[in-house]
T-cell receptor, first 116, second 111 residues
Framework: AQKVTQAQTEISVVEKEDVTLDCVYE???????LFWYKQPPSGELVFLIRRNSFDEQNEISGRYSWNFQKSTSSFNFTITASQVVDSAVYFCALSPGGYSNYQLIWGAGTKLIIKP | DVKVTQSSRYLVKRTGEKVFLECVQD?????MFWYRQDPGLGLRLIYFSYDVKMKEKGDIPEGYSVSREKKERFSLILESASTNQTSMYLC??????????FGQGTRLTVV
């Protein structure tokens, strides 16, 4: 089965706190891609990062970092020193290697609320 | 930057009307998708297209059809709108690396 689980429905933190959004995936494919997207209140989903299954190096981009661990089938997203502008719904997605045309399997999303 | 443009941000239609949602991308992508997004249900794939005049059903195609006459344009058609099709509709164009670029979304209300 191909599946993405974001167990945290909603997270609320105070500005400047660090926060980690969890993503656990299931696939039998050895080749696959993982993604994170951000959906701010305006509604448009914004691509944040893509990771292929052969690259387990952690990625850092400013205050954002991603931890990919194949051993636990997880691709977690951490925001350091959160800001109010980080408030959004964040989606994790999987593109299994057996899927042509880049079909995506989506997690349910985690709503992140950053309080000033 | 990739630009994906949906024709309307907000739309109100009457039950039984035929509704057209248009999506245009400017990056010559082959793959385009239509999703609907509902609270608690996440993103659900309606249809996708991998080339001009080619289409595939997604997870919830019932009540919808699509048209891809030109590579840059992918239209979603509600043949006879019903109230249960009230939703946010999202169009995406897929880059070579598999990343999806989304339009701003169309919030459709069927009354």
């Amino acid at each position: 089965a191909q599946k993405v689980t974001q167990a945290q429905t909603e997270i609320s933190v105070v500005e400047k706190e660090d926060v980690t959004l969890d993503c656990v995936y299931e696939t039998r494919d050895t080749t696959y891609y993982l993604f994170w997207y951000k959906q701010p209140p305006s509604g448009e989903l914004v691509f944040l990062i893509r990771r292929n299954s052969f690259d387990e190096q952690n990625e850092i981009s400013g205050r954002y970092s991603w931890n990919f661990q194949k051993s636990t089938s997880s691709f977690n997203f951490t925001i350091t020193a959160s800001q109010v502008v980080d408030s959004a719904v964040y989606f994790c997605a999987l593109s299994p290697g057996g899927y042509s045309n880049y079909q995506l399997i989506w997690g349910a999303g985690t709503k992140l609320i950053i309080k000033p | 930057d990739v630009k994906v443009t949906q024709s309307s941000r907000y739309l109100v239609k009457r039950t039984g009307e035929k509704v057209f949602l248009e999506c245009v991308q400017d990056m010559d992508h082959e793959n385009m998708f239509w999703y609907r997004q509902d609270p608690g249900l996440g993103l659900r794939l309606i249809y996708f297209s991998y080339d001009v005049k080619m289409k595939e059903k997604g997870d919830i195609p019932e009540g919808y059809s699509v048209s891809r006459e030109k590579k840059e344009r992918f239209s979603l058609i509600l043949e006879s709108a019903s109230t249960n099709q009230t939703s946010m509709y999202l169009c995406a164009s897929i880059g070579q690396g598999g990343e999806a670029f989304f339009g701003q979304g169309t919030r459709l209300t069927v009354v």
